[in-house]
């Protein structure tokens, strides 16, 4: 006679542990993601010093605050995403807005 159809339970499976690195060999990646790091670092802070002169010539040149400049750079500021498009139905809105802001 068989017995219930229950499904025996399994072991789970013995993952193979990968051979451990030796002190010195962790020490030797450590240095070299330090490195890694430390150059990225600079690339960016380069970049950034490049951008902030030119922004400044901008300003300059414009006669406007470097603010403005970075405000127009920067593609996820609130200022660009709060316009709206320039459509005769926009300007019918903001029309009434003013007319109804004023009145109170």
Same mark, same amino acid.
């Given at each position: 006679?068989?017995?219930?159809?229950?499904?025996?339970?399994?072991?789970?499976?013995?993952?193979?542990?990968?051979?451990?690195?030796?002190?010195?060999?962790?020490?030797?990646? #450590? =240095? &070299?993601? $330090?490195? !890694? @790091?430390?150059?990225?670092?600079?690339?960016?802070?380069?970049?950034?010093?490049?951008? *902030?002169?030119?922004?400044?010539?901008?300003?300059?040149?414009?006669?406007?605050?470097?603010?403005?400049?970075?405000?127009?750079?920067?593609?996820?500021?609130? #200022? =660009? &995403?709060? $316009?709206? !498009? @320039?459509?005769?139905?926009?300007?019918?809105?903001?029309?009434?807005?003013?007319?109804? *802001?004023?009145?109170?």
């Amino acid at each position: 006679m068989v017995g219930p159809a229950i499904p025996r339970p399994q072991l789970p499976y013995e993952r193979r542990k990968p051979p451990t690195l030796s002190t010195e060999a962790r020490k030797a990646n #450590a =240095e &070299k993601a $330090t490195q !890694k @790091e430390a150059v990225l670092h600079d690339d960016v802070g380069q970049l950034l010093a490049s951008v *902030n002169k030119r922004i400044k010539e901008l300003s300059e040149k414009h006669s406007k605050k470097e603010e403005y400049f970075r405000m127009r750079l920067y593609l996820t500021s609130k #200022a =660009e &995403k709060q $316009t709206r !498009k @320039e459509s005769t139905y926009n300007a019918f809105l903001h029309h009434v807005a003013e007319k109804e *802001n004023t009145s109170m």
